[in-house]
């Protein structure tokens, strides 16, 4: 199984924590963004967005971060991130839809537009996109704040993929322009996120950021 990566990019560290978790041990391939490693012919072949991350397992070929993580569950024995019952399976991916759709859409570009782009030189801050969004995050924010208020994780009493999905843009949440007094049962989760082993071992140097890491 062969599984191609950015390294320290959000959907990638989704994705190897939970390789993590559960004890799983593809081939690594990292691509180099700035080597165009993500807009050869070769890798287009696999991922026509030319994006990552991307699992390759034999003829199975699997692009869209919670899709590969699904799937991951799905062929692993006895693991505890996706409930094999169908509601509990249903409430993760119910999350993992809500994440994708709401909360991370709205705080991906905001996260893009008022953080990596100043950070990494990517070119002037578009503030009516972040005005956009933030407006966004202020509608669905307080549906996980409300939550959150008396349970520790997003599904159940224990890790599962909704975690590692709802949490993925963890390193530039502080940076983010959010009032996050507003939020303090999200931040928690963040800090709860920071402190997990197998989402830890993912941070990136970052002077290695979507370059190949040191071996
Ligand atoms: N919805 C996709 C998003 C994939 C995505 O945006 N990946 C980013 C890294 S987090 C990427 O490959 N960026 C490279 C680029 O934009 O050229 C998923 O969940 O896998």
Not at 56 to 83: F, R
Not at 161 to 168: E, S
Request: with cysteine.
């Amino acid at each position: 199984m062969k599984l191609y990566l950015i390294n320290g990019s959000p959907n990638g560290r989704k994705v190897l924590s939970v390789v993590r978790h559960l004890g799983l041990t593809p081939e690594l391939i990292w691509l180099d963004i700035f080597a165009g490693d993500t807009q050869t012919e070769e890798y287009l072949k696999l991922n026509p967005n030319g994006l990552s991350p991307t699992l390759a397992d034999n003829e199975v070929v699997l692009w869209e971060s919670n899709a590969i993580n699904t799937y991951l569950c799905e062929t692993t024995t006895n693991q505890s991130l996706l409930p094999v019952h169908a509601a509990g399976k249903a409430e993760v991916l119910k999350w993992l839809c809500w994440e994708l759709a709401h909360f991370n859409k709205a705080l991906g570009v905001i996260a893009f537009q008022a953080v990596a782009k100043p950070s990494f030189g990517l070119g002037e801050t578009n503030q009516a996109i972040v005005d956009f969004y933030t407006e966004e995050f202020n509608r669905y924010g307080p549906v996980l704040e409300k939550h959150l208020e008396d349970r520790e994780f997003i599904v159940g009493d224990d890790w599962t993929l909704a975690d590692y999905a709802l949490g993925h843009v963890e390193m530039f949440q502080a940076a983010m322009p959010i009032e996050w007094e507003r939020f303090p049962n999200i931040v928690r989760f963040y800090d709860r996120i920071r402190g997990n082993t197998h989402w830890a071992s993912t941070q990136a140097a970052p002077d290695s950021i979507g370059r190949k890491p040191a071996d």
